[in-house]
């Protein structure tokens, strides 16, 4: 039989043929099912599935950020019957060429959590990487401890809220060293220049940020070392969350993504986050939060969450796939 293969961009009515591709992807923690819609509807991200003959075989949604230079592709899969013949690598290779082809395209980038092959490391290099911490909790515990610790922590930061724009002032020093010290916005696994064409990209899905950093604290003229502990620093922290449908043996997943390194005010961001969450009814859920891999003060992460009845991921394949996420790039200019 002759194989005839060609790239497509995606269609709502190619849903459930794409869902059927792999049933089994990201330890069931596979975020399509939610994201499929709003890939399709989004502005800056076009989908494209492989087809075998009549047959879709693959699925990969490209994200274009950063004034188009970069192309950040998801949500990657190919199927199972399929594996091992270098589809996957000419699919990629076809979409890296329609997009450089309209004039702007200079890199592709992708975000990995376990380490890949060194045929990979020959093209892509690694421009970033945050730590992950896994944690597993069900709702119902956690609403026992909430009604207690919510009216106290309320009181702990009059200041901290929720953003309905993203601060420009946060893209340049003395904040942008302070908030994001690896040169990426990295939030839902897209990582983001420092750049204001990004700023309305940032909210992706459903994404909600929230931070307890303000103006003031900007002000003083010693900031340009950066945090310090003395009077005049930089305090507070960003976080961005975003929460969506698991699969198989979850009800939920949270990607908790934390900016900053001043963790005394930890345990407000955890309650605005968690009382979210809370909201949509879920029970089962799994947390992941990403911290720069020198942010201080992690126990302070753990102990805030062990108040509200949630335990760290100790072992397992999530806990073993799941330990940083690493930024790689690759040059597509040529």
């Given at each position: 039989m002759d194989y005839v293969y060609r790239l497509r961009e995606t269609t709502p009515e190619d849903k459930q043929a794409v869902l059927e591709i792999h049933k089994n992807v990201y330890d069931g923690l596979d975020y399509l099912p939610d994201y499929y819609d709003h890939f399709q509807t989004s502005d800056?991200?076009?989908?494209?599935?492989?087809?075998?003959?009549d047959k879709i075989i693959a699925y990969l949604a490209c994200c274009v950020v950063d004034n188009g230079e970069t192309i950040v592709t998801r949500a990657g899969r190919v199927s199972p019957s399929r594996q091992g013949r270098h589809l996957y690598g000419h699919f990629i290779s076809e979409i890296e060429t329609v997009q450089r082809a309209g004039g702007k395209t200079k890199r592709h980038a992708l975000v990995k959590s376990t380490t890949p092959s060194n045929s990979f490391l020959k093209t892509y290099k690694p421009v970033a990487a945050k730590a992950i911490h896994m944690y597993e909790y069900a709702n119902s515990d956690v609403s026992i401890k909430m009604t207690e610790l919510m009216s106290k922590l309320s009181k702990l930061n009059s200041h901290a809220k929720a953003l309905e724009t993203f601060p420009v002032a946060f893209l340049q020093s003395p904040y942008s060293k302070y908030l994001f010290p690896e040169g990426r916005i990295l939030v839902d696994w897209v990582p983001f220049r420092l750049l204001p064409a990004n700023i309305?990209?940032?909210?992706?899905?459903?994404?909600?940020f929230y931070s307890d950093i303000t103006s003031e604290t900007a002000r003083v003229d010693d900031l340009k070392n950066g945090h310090t502990d003395e009077t005049g620093r930089i305090q507070g922290l960003l976080s961005a969350c975003t929460i969506f449908k698991a699969h198989h043996d979850l009800d939920l997943s949270c990607n908790l993504d934390i900016f900053g390194l001043d963790f005394r005010s930890i345990e407000n961001h955890i309650s605005f986050h968690l009382q979210r969450i809370y909201d949509t009814g879920m029970d089962h859920v799994n947390l992941r939060v990403y911290t720069s891999k020198t942010a201080c003060d992690i126990s302070l992460l753990h102990s805030t969450l062990e108040q509200f009845g949630i335990q760290a991921v100790t072992n397992g394949t999530r806990k073993e796939q799941y330990i940083e996420q690493v930024v790689y790039e690759k040059d597509i200019s040529n």
């Open positions: 800056h991200v076009t989908p494209y599935i492989y087809m075998e003959n309305p990209l940032l909210k992706g899905r459903d994404t909600v």
